[in-house]
């Protein structure tokens, strides 16, 4: 049996560890509540765009942009991979890197070449140590809000798919569902696909310029808000992970001090009890 010694520095550590737990579980709570704030006020943007795209198909058809057309034979993928910088987040990053995996080998498997942008220290960390191609680099995540990143990464994506550099482009991230749920997603950025079943408006509209040209105008934009939706709900998913995970770790480190105590308690008696039953022995001894 350890010392009592041993176990009241056992009980300090634990206590120690569950102060930076329960100080890492408010930290989260907070940044949780600021990106979702910054979610909320992404999603009426991403609606309007996504209607405004409806009504330009609906008007001008599905084939007005290259960005719609698909290939015949996909020889090249490109695919942008987020995860978080940190730990400590449960399986947030393992669950979203075995997805990857699955995708990739499908890919692979169907006779396609896969290059992986990867966007976070674990992506990067993985995609080198395990041998994927890396198509670049793209460091920490990105700030969501920072619009000239997003813009960036989404005109290279669609500069190599219009040039032929890639057959299609994906996303895979985590996707915020809610505090206690992210799920792991593939989610198809190029080719877009164009609205289905939509239907000319009765209202009389003007166009300036044509719509054609308004069309492959907002495309590119929408691009840029997809990716920044997706890095913003992993983000988000990253936070809300944290925080659940602290709070199990600070839950177990309430047991673990309980149990540590109950343990110090029966030494602590078993000491008292072994020194009563030697003092009793002497005085026997001495009659």
């Not at 569950?18 to 990106?35: E, M």
């Amino acid at each position: 049996m350890p010392s009592l010694k041993d176990i009241r520095k056992r009980i300090s550590s634990v206590k120690n560890t569950q102060k930076i737990t329960r100080a890492l579980k408010l930290v989260s709570a907070a940044k949780l509540n600021r990106s979702q704030r910054e979610m909320s006020r992404l999603k009426p943007y991403a609606e309007k765009q996504e209607a405004l795209i409806r009504d330009l198909v609906a008007e001008v058809g599905g084939e007005a942009s290259p960005l719609f057309q698909t290939r015949l034979e996909v020889k090249e993928i490109a695919v942008l991979l987020i995860t978080s910088d940190r730990g400590m987040c449960g399986g947030f990053n393992s669950n979203a890197l075995k997805h990857f995996r699955k995708f990739v080998n499908d890919k692979t498997e169907a006779g396609a070449k896969v290059k992986t942008w990867a966007l976070g220290k674990r992506a990067i960390q993985y995609v080198t140590k395990q041998g994927y191609e890396l198509g670049e680099n793209l460091g920490e995540v990105l700030r969501a809000d920072l619009m000239s990143d997003v813009a960036d990464l989404a005109s290279q994506f669609t500069e190599h798919f219009l040039n032929g550099g890639f057959d299609e482009v994906y996303i895979i991230s985590n996707r915020f569902i809610n505090a206690i749920t992210q799920t792991p997603k593939t989610h198809s950025l190029l080719p877009i696909t164009p609205p289905q079943d939509v239907e000319v408006s009765g209202a009389e509209r003007i166009y300036e310029p044509d719509q054609e040209t308004l069309l492959n105008f907002i495309l590119p934009r929408a691009l840029d808000t997809q990716i920044r939706q997706a890095i913003l709900e992993s983000v988000t998913g990253e936070h809300a992970a944290r925080m659940n995970a602290m709070n199990s770790a600070t839950d177990n480190a309430s047991d673990m001090i309980n149990t540590l105590t109950l343990d110090l308690n029966r030494a602590r008696q078993a000491a008292i009890t072994a020194e009563l039953m030697e003092i009793i022995s002497g005085a026997e001894a001495l009659k």
